[in-house]
């Protein structure tokens, strides 16, 4: 699958800004999701996501392995 790191970035943002209630303006991509109040179900929910989107099997600790939409992003796109 070929794809660009924007198109997984897009696809994390869109997820944090809907279930966190955040607007993308105020996100950072290199600031621990954690901060923004993500949590393990949230976590869970956007490995599943991210799963579905790009038809990956990914470990359920990703989310934290990986805890920036930068670094996340990154892994994912390594992945495919």
């Known amino acids: ?5 924007e198109q997984v970035k ?11 209630s ?3 303006d105020d996100l ?6 954690g901060a ?5 179900v949230a976590g869970a929910t956007l490995t599943g996501i991210l799963e579905d989107t ?5 470990s359920p600790l990703l989310v934290f ?3 920036t939409i930068d ?7 390594e992945l495919v």
Do not use: H, Q, R, W
């Not at 897009?10 to 966190?20: K, Q, R, V």
């Not at 790009?54 to 990914?58: E, F, G, V």
């Open 65 to 67: 392995d990986y805890p």
């Open 71 to 77: 670094e996340l992003s990154s892994a994912i796109k």
């Open 54 to 58: 790009y038809n990956l099997k990914l």
């Open 1 to 5: 699958m070929n794809m660009e790191i």
């Open 36 to 40: 923004y109040g993500l949590g393990s």
């Open 22 to 24: 955040i607007e993308e």
């Open 10 to 20: 897009e696809t994390i943002i869109n997820f944090i800004c809907e279930e966190l």
């Open 28 to 33: 950072e991509t290199d600031m621990n999701l």
